[in-house]
């Protein structure tokens, strides 16, 4: 069974400019989480979408948007780039909502380089 | 705001050495990952520990989850160059995952 799949794995793209990162879960799983890992850093949480609605949300300014498809795959949409939105952004993939047991698998991500 | 604060932040041991990492918070949570990420690809799950107490090995991996479920370990034993990488626990709260800042294993031959 194929894994969590991201797309593009590597871009590059100038300030002010606009990006769409996609990612498909693993064939079953309902719910996507976005999540933005600085070097150095661990993950830090972005957006949970689950059955095509926002269940969750980080502390990431509105120029960051995502979006979850009929088919359960997902958009991460940031508008108006900055330098520090250098990242690798990761996807994860669970079968469902959780209530605490939030198993998750991971892509492996799409290194966005802003100059 | 869940912290969860991992060290050491760097270790750098011989092969055939033991080593633990820890990971602590003031915050409950309802279970903790651990994952081990290689450079440049994402993390990839190595164990879920839900129940306080709760011991799981995994070959030379031993994970444990505290009593208060706020704060876990990570014990390996006898390393290899192939344990090289970024550990990184993760707490489960309110259907989102909190990281430490991860731990860099370097296992030298």
């Known amino acids: 069974d194929a894994g969590v799949t991201q797309s593009p794995t590597h871009l590059i793209k100038t300030r002010g400019q606009h990006v769409t990162l996609r990612c498909s879960p693993i064939?079953?799983?309902?719910?996507v989480s976005w999540y933005q890992q600085v070097l150095g850093q661990g993950p830090q949480f972005i957006f949970q979408y689950y059955e095509k609605e926002e269940r969750g949300r980080g502390n990431f300014p509105d120029r960051f948007s995502a979006r979850q498809f009929p088919n359960y795959s997902s958009e991460l949409n940031v508008n108006a780039l900055l330098l520090g939105d250098s990242a690798l952004y990761l996807c994860a993939s669970s079968p469902h909502l959780g209530t605490g047991n939030t198993e998750a698998f991971f892509g492996q991500g799409t290194r966005l380089t802003v100059v | 705001t869940q912290l969860l604060e991992q060290s050491p932040q760097f270790l750098s041991i011989q092969e055939g050495e033991n080593l633990t990492v820890y990971c602590n918070s003031s915050?409950?949570?309802?279970?903790l990952q651990w994952y081990r990420q290689e450079p440049g690809e994402g993390p990839v799950l190595l164990v879920t520990v839900v129940t306080g107490g709760e011991v799981k090995k995994l070959k030379r991996l031993t994970f444990q989850f505290g009593d208060a479920r706020k704060d876990s370990s990570l014990h390996i034993t006898a390393a290899q160059p192939g344990d090289t990488g970024l550990y990184l626990c993760?707490?489960?709260?309110?259907?989102?995952?909190?990281f430490g800042a991860g731990t860099i294993l370097r296992v030298k031959s």
């Open positions: 915050s409950v949570f309802s279970s």
């Open positions: 993760a707490g489960a709260w309110q259907n989102k995952l909190v």
């Open positions: 064939s079953g799983h309902k719910s």
